[in-house]
């Protein structure tokens, strides 16, 4: 495949998955929702994004949803240390949007987990994720799969563990 040299200075301006602006739904600020690129035959899969809540009132994330045609179901999860081992569990009632803050999912902390995958996520792809919030409801967005190299630089996720679960692309 042929780049040609316009094209590719634009490129290196506008990287692809920074491209999108974000979204508004009430008074929540969605910003870089992202997958994680997988190996075939990989069970799950991650999924990153930015949420601001620019209100007076906290919200919560209740549900998140993808075709079943790429996973069987998303759960939200997080990761904590306990005693030095790093836990990955799925968030009971939701993961909480305070009111004037903003919160990262993102690997090695709050995330989504797409669970059952029913094919490999390959970067470049981009597939639609919905996310359901108790107060401002339902949104579908546009989620680019990246490689965990190009999530922890849009994330500022650092190394380690961070969200890699054992399952593929390392250090991409």
């Known amino acids: ?14 990287p692809l998955s920074a491209a999108a602006e974000p979204v508004t739904l009430g ?17 799950v899969a991650g999924g990153y994004i930015t949420i601001e809540n620019r209100g007076d009132a906290d919200d919560t994330l209740v549900a998140a949803a ?11 999860h997080t990761m904590t240390m306990n005693d030095g081992v790093m836990e990955m569990s ?12 903003t919160v990262q999912l993102m690997p090695g902390g709050l995330h989504l987990m797409l669970m059952g995958l ?29 490689t965990l190299g190009e999530i922890r630089e849009a994330t500022g996720a ?15």
Request: hydrophobic content about 40%.
């Open 66 to 76: 993808i075709s079943e045609a790429i996973a069987g179901e998303v759960q939200l």
């Open 118 to 146: 029913a094919q490999p996520l390959t970067a470049g792809e981009s597939h639609e994720i919905t996310l359901t919030f108790e107060t401002a409801g339902e949104i579908t967005l546009d989620a680019p799969v990246l």
């Open 158 to 172: 650092e190394g380690g563990h961070g969200g890699d679960h054992g399952h593929g692309n390392h250090g991409n």
């Open 27 to 43: 008074d929540l600020s969605l910003d870089a929702p992202m997958l994680r690129a997988t190996p075939p035959n990989a069970p």
């Open 1 to 14: 495949m042929r780049i040609s040299l316009p094209f590719a200075v634009f490129l290196a301006v506008f």
């Open 90 to 101: 799925q968030v009971e009632g939701g993961i909480p949007i305070p009111a004037g803050e």
